[in-house]
């Protein structure tokens, strides 16, 4: 599984800017509302410092990283769920995401207009949210609108389900017409798995990213903390990223520019690393490795999968014929420096179906189908 994120926000927060530059996409970015009228989408590779310690001990043939996709849709303005604008029409583009980026402009240019002609991050978000809370709406009444006929079926198991799902359906009906995520709502593990099918956009995590000027990149600025004490209200998380400087840091070719680019403007890292940690981190999302002379892998798998579904991640026939897991820890490779002092000091380890795959794994799979 790789991580895949939808980006949402006003026209004219810098959705696009930021969009092209963490994937050096070709997205348009103009100075005007709705210049992005087709969704793109860019993949671009997870970058991990481990994988790449990894690969210069191991020498493999090939190294492949894991990727995150992002999904970058036309600016939402407020009547988007009545259809005004045209990012209404794309919503449908991020319904099977894992994550939600929810852009916010966080710095004040009198030469870039704002849809509000005003700079009100909280403003921004509460208009962004209504308007995917009503998009959900329309598919929970849809789904309602249906259930009368499901409860008269005759076929048990439908019936069953429909009764499940009709509680849960007017609760978060209610909910959304007032504007509300549906992730707020507090929904058991058990009731998000009966509606599943609706794919609803509200009940996804959101990351806030807040794009600001150079120079709130470091300390952030007024903008910045009240978005983060909003994102903290709701139990999500905020990030800042400097679109501009993220423009300018994709057209540097070599990473050793990149990294003298940085440490220029005062930042440890890229705005597209922070955002992908943070992503993960939300979602609760880790990384293990494969590795062998041939090919050495990083695989993103849910945290707390034991063995076999952490396998599964590779492929399904590794899950249903799990026999056994060989690994230990990359720690312990780039401490000792060969799989074969990783053997002889007794850190490689022959796990069961029992065993919960750890952040930094590397793996070697047994199994027979």
């Known amino acids: 599984m790789g991580l895949n994120c939808g980006i949402v926000g006003l ?24 210049c992005t009228i087709e969704p793109n989408v860019g993949i671009v590779n997870v970058s991990d410092h481990r994988l790449d310690e990894i690969t210069r001990l191991i ?12 999904v970058d849709i036309a600016g939402l303005v407020k009547g988007a769920s009545k259809g005004e604008g045209l990012g209404n029409q794309f919503l449908g583009h991020i319904r099977q995401v894992n994550a939600i980026v929810h852009v916010i402009r966080c710095f004040d240019d009198e030469n870039v207009v704002h849809v509000h002609g005003k700079i009100d991050p909280v403003d921004d978000i509460t208009t962004i949210n209504y308007e ?8 929970v009444e849809k789904k309602l609108s249906n259930l009368p006929k499901v409860l008269k079926s005759q076929d048990k198991d439908r019936q069953k389900l429909a009764k499940l799902q009709l509680p849960i359906l007017e609760n978060l ?3 959304l017409e007032a504007g509300k995520r549906a992730f ?26 807040c794009n600001v000027d150079e120079e709130s990149i470091v300390d952030g600025n007024e903008y910045t903390r009240l978005v983060d004490e909003h994102a903290k209200s709701e139990g999500s998380s905020s990030v800042v990223i400097c679109g501009k400087l993220e423009s300018e ?23 597209l690393e922070v955002l992908t940690k943070t992503a993960y981190d939300l979602l609760g999302l880790q990384t293990y490795f494969t590795a062998g002379e041939k090919e050495v892998r990083a695989w993103t798998f849910p945290k707390g999968s ?25 720690e312990d490779l780039f401490t000792l420096g060969t799989e074969q002092k990783v053997k002889e000091a007794g850190k490689l380890r022959i796990e069961g179906k029992e065993y919960e795959v750890k952040d930094g794994d590397v793996i070697h799979f047994r199994f027979n189908v």
């Open 132 to 139: 995917l809370a009503l998009a959900d709406l329309e598919v």
């Open 184 to 209: 707020n709502l507090s929904l058991s593990k058990e009731d998000q798995d009966l509606i599943k099918d609706l794919n609803l956009i509200t009940l996804k995590p959101v990351l806030y990213l």
């Open 11 to 34: 026209p004219n927060v810098g959705k696009s800017t930021i969009f092209k530059a963490l994937t050096a996409a070709p997205a348009e970015a103009a100075n005007y509302p709705f």
């Open 306 to 330: 034991l063995a076999p579904q952490a396998a599964g991640v590779i492929h399904t026939d590794f899950e249903r014929g799990f026999i056994k897991a060989e690994t230990y820890h990359c």
């Open 249 to 271: 840091i994709s057209l540097l070719e070599t990473e050793e520019e990149k990294a003298e680019f940085l440490e220029a403007a005062g930042i440890e890292c890229s705005g």
């Open 59 to 70: 020498k493999p043939e090939r190294t492949v990283p894991t990727i995150v996709e992002f």
């Open 173 to 175: 009906k209610q909910h």
